[in-house]
């Protein structure tokens, strides 16, 4: 899939640039030697990349970053030049100029300031099932840090970490894919930054967190980094739920929450529209379903089948990332993630239950965010009569 992707890329590229390149020449201009080589070079990056992953023999955090900057350096450059083509084909070569020159502009700010900045989100859940000593409880959800493909590790935890001890909440949630590839991620520093969040943190595993996308798995069983990420979280005071529910207590009142771990044996079907969760009955076992629950579980599309079980009255998760671009005129906007996925950012109600998905702090496959902002999300719940 990845292979075939990058591959289109590369092609499409080429054959948009000996488009250009051959009306140029019918034209009677002689395009310059050194901006063919130059497209030819960029077009190649997606290639450059498929080659390297094909001759390492790992995939660990240093070779992870080498591939996110170069599908970087391809969108940097070569979208902003298929754009100008598209205007120069249709005589406009200057507004060409103009608009490649504002979305070059635009994507570098993508990778600065649209990637750092966190945008806090403020959310009210109101339910009549929500018990009185629960009326006003305020907890923040963050997601999908990925440690080991963040540009400055330390200084954007930092940064995260002071974000949420500002808003002072009674709880923090996250929803998984603490790490991208393996628990080494995790290291002293990263740790260090994490373990300084004030408040009592329950979190869940995602699939980046499970060890399955390492490829020397002979050198690094999934199994074992997968059981790493899980004790690295606890030894930093994070409670870590697998498949279990615990209960939250306040006065004579208490709330259900269920955390529920990514199952490797989905890690081909993340992207399905639905997947499948015949454990469900085991996880919520003996939860009383007259107590209000919220269930921590990374992918979304398991909230039809935690509302059909019976719970959920407040399902958190993250994974999507909104693809990290999101056109945003109104609501929710669009991303390409909708053409994937039912739900995909932001808030979904159905009846009683609510699904609120984080577009998540941290970026996979490119080191930039456009219009998905980094997020954490700041719940208050009410209860309402």
Same mark, same amino acid.
């Given at each position: 899939m990845l292979l075939t992707l990058t591959l289109i890329l590369t092609l499409l590229a080429f054959v948009a640039d000996w488009i250009h390149f051959h009306r140029q020449r019918r034209r009677g201009a002689t395009p310059q030697r050194g901006f063919i080589l130059w497209a030819l070079a960029t077009d190649a990056l997606p290639l450059v990349s498929a080659i390297a992953g094909l001759c390492c023999h790992d995939n660990g955090p240093n070779v992870m970053i080498f591939y996110m900057w170069i599908f970087w350096g391809w969108i940097v450059t070569v979208l902003p030049r298929m754009l100008y083509y598209l205007f120069h084909f249709a005589g406009l070569r200057r507004t060409g100029l103009v608009f490649a020159g504002a979305l070059t502009l635009f994507l570098l700010w993508g990778t600065t300031l649209g990637r750092t900045?966190?945008? #806090?989100?403020?959310v009210e859940i109101c339910s009549d099932r929500i018990p009185a000593a629960f009326d006003g409880y305020r907890f923040v959800q963050f997601s999908d840090a990925h440690? =080991?493909?963040? #540009?400055?590790?330390?200084?954007? &935890? !930092?940064?995260l970490v002071d974000t949420i001890n500002a808003l002072h909440p009674d709880a923090v949630f996250f929803t998984g894919d603490l790490v991208t590839i393996r628990s080494a991620e995790l290291d002293e520093r990263a740790m260090s930054q994490l373990r300084r969040i004030e408040s009592p943190v329950w979190s869940v595993t995602g699939n980046h967190d499970v060890g399955t996308y390492i490829r020397d798995s002979i050198a690094f069983p999934a199994a074992d980094e997968a059981?790493? #990420? #899980?004790e690295k979280q606890r030894a930093i005071g994070w409670r870590v739920l697998e498949d279990t529910t615990?209960? &939250?207590r306040r006065g004579a009142d208490s709330i259900s929450l269920t955390g529920i771990s990514f199952d490797p044996e989905l890690r081909h079907r993340r992207h399905d529209r639905h997947l499948p969760a015949d454990n469900l009955p085991e996880i919520y076992a003996g939860v009383p379903d007259s107590l209000y629950n919220i269930t921590l579980v990374h992918v979304p599309q398991l909230w039809k089948p935690v509302m059909e079980a019976g719970y959920g009255? &407040?399902? &958190?998760s993250g994974h999507v990332h909104a693809m990290q671009f999101k056109i945003r005129p109104w609501g929710r906007g669009w991303s390409p993630a909708a053409w994937l996925y039912e739900h995909w950012s932001g808030r979904y109600d159905d009846g009683r239950h609510t699904l609120y998905i984080n577009d998540g702090t941290g970026c996979v496959a490119y080191p930039m965010r456009l =219009? !998905?902002?980094p997020e954490v999300t700041l719940f208050t719940l009410k209860r309402c009569e």
């Open positions: 900045r966190i945008r #806090v989100n403020r440690v =080991g493909t963040l #540009v400055n590790p330390e200084r954007e &935890l !930092a940064r059981r790493n #990420v #899980v615990l209960y &939250l009255d &407040l399902t &958190l =219009g !998905a902002w």
